[in-house]
């Protein structure tokens, strides 16, 4: 495909899909390698994100794609990034911190409680984290690390433009959580959750594929996330 034409073709989907009421999820028959390599990957990129709480351009574009079949669902992010900022850590290190990441937050039945946050840095190193309340009304904050997404991988590649990022997040797992609402989804299940960078180069910026309308800062405003909608 004539260069010109691909990246038009590309920018109608992104400029169309990133104002959508709902992140579309699309069901997929390939067979997804989880190297960082996003080659294989035929479902569209939504973004750019945008600042997390004030809908400004970020410096740096992030793009995401969401794919599922019945065992996985799956994740993709390609990132601008000029200074890469982290290094490879134990898992569930705090990389969210210190180094350059993406992450995805998801909440399915939308209470705002035992909801699951993921996050990947440039080098691979991921953690996953259950976050069982964070509410004055249900307690305050508390969440737990030692929480483990059993078959769960994750693993970026670093290009010339900066890095991308591929997550497989088994369904069976999340269905394990007590009270979390995980149930394994079919055509036109909804979910909530966002989808979100922490950009550390020379301005640190925290971004989002939705924002948040009412300005507040930080990823943690479960009331605001959006709706994820699977489909065939």
């Not at 400029?15 to 960082?36: C, L, R, V, W």
């Not at 600042?51 to 992030?62: C, M, P, V």
């Not at 909440?107 to 991921?126: C, H, K, L, M, R």
């Not at 950009?199 to 507040?216: F, I, M, P, V």
Request: proline share 3%.
């Amino acid at each position: 495909m004539n260069t010109k034409l691909f990246y038009c073709f590309w920018f109608i989907v992104i400029t169309s899909t990133n104002y959508a009421q709902n992140i579309f999820i699309h069901k997929t028959n390939e067979k997804i390698k989880i190297d960082g390599n996003l080659s294989e990957w035929k479902t569209p990129f939504l973004g750019p994100f945008k600042i997390h709480n004030t809908g400004e351009k970020a410096s740096q574009n992030t793009f995401v794609s969401l794919a599922w079949n019945d065992k996985n669902l799956y994740l993709a992010c390609r990132t601008e990034d000029s200074k890469i900022i982290g290094k490879r850590q134990p898992k569930d290190s705090k990389i969210y911190e210190t180094d350059d990441l993406v992450e995805i937050f998801i909440d399915p039945d939308g209470d705002g409680q035992n909801y699951v946050e993921i996050g990947v840095n440039a080098f691979s190193t991921y953690y996953d984290m259950l976050l069982k309340c964070i509410s004055s009304e249900c307690g305050g904050w508390n969440t737990s690390t030692d929480y483990d997404i059993s078959g769960l991988k994750a693993a970026s590649k670093t290009t010339l433009e900066g890095f991308s990022t591929e997550i497989k997040i088994p369904f069976a797992s999340l269905e394990k959580i007590k009270t979390g609402g995980f149930k394994k989804p079919k055509k036109n299940t909804k979910w909530k959750g966002n989808l979100f960078r922490i950009d550390y180069g020379n301005t640190t910026e925290y971004q989002a594929l939705q924002t948040y309308k009412s300005g507040k800062f930080g990823f943690h405003q479960p009331e605001e996330f959006a709706v994820f909608e699977f489909l065939e």
